[in-house]
């Protein structure tokens, strides 16, 4: 099963409500949702979602500046990012965008329809569809051999065995979000960088351990 995450941040309960009641029948999607801009990107940085849908209109922190702290961080950077929004005027779209947004979703919106129009914004059909599935296989070998490579890392810490891993890490944080995997880009970079560092002397093996194990867990859930 190919699964996208999904983060939706809204400040409304009956909205967030609602989107989950209109996603919940299409195994396609995982969500999670916040109430709040900073709950929004603490969890876009320990979960990784795929995609963000996210409200304008919020108190603590308007959507416009949800997005620029989240492209102003490399760990979160690459997500893409769809606004939900009551002003449904082409000119407040067209601004958005020109934020950097990947989309606009009217509300009110059609319950029935919401699945489609955030398929829309990651590539599950079409032309990269036949190549998604093949990165999911790649996505599925590389798996195999980090979860060797933390072994040995685990038993005897070596330089050689450092190097290969950044090199996976690496591919993969380049090729992710090609195929709407905006997560496993965000995870593979966090590895390629602490493994970096560390053979720069710069982290811990702590480091390594941690962001190994975070990349694996979010392979697993795909």
Partial sequence: ???LHLLLVDDESDIR????????PDPFFILRDCASGAEALAAAVAWRPDLILLDVMMTDMDGPTVLGRLRADRRTAPIPVVFFTARAEGREHQRL?????AGVIAKPFDPLRL?????RYVAVEGILSPAREGFLRRLE?????LSDYR?????????????????IAHSLAGAGGIYGFAG????SAALSDAAENNLAGRAPPIEVDRALNGLLERIGAH
């Fill in 1 to 3: 099963m190919i699964n």
């Fill in 17 to 24: 409500q609602t989107v989950e009641a209109s996603l919940a």
């Fill in 97 to 101: 965008r020109a934020l950097g947004a």
């Fill in 115 to 119: 699945a489609a129009e955030l398929r």
């Fill in 141 to 145: 070998a590389d798996a195999g051999v």
């Fill in 151 to 167: 072994r040995r890392w685990t038993q005897r810490p070596s330089k050689a065995t450092l190097t290969r891993i950044h090199e």
């Fill in 184 to 187: 496993i880009t965000c995870a």
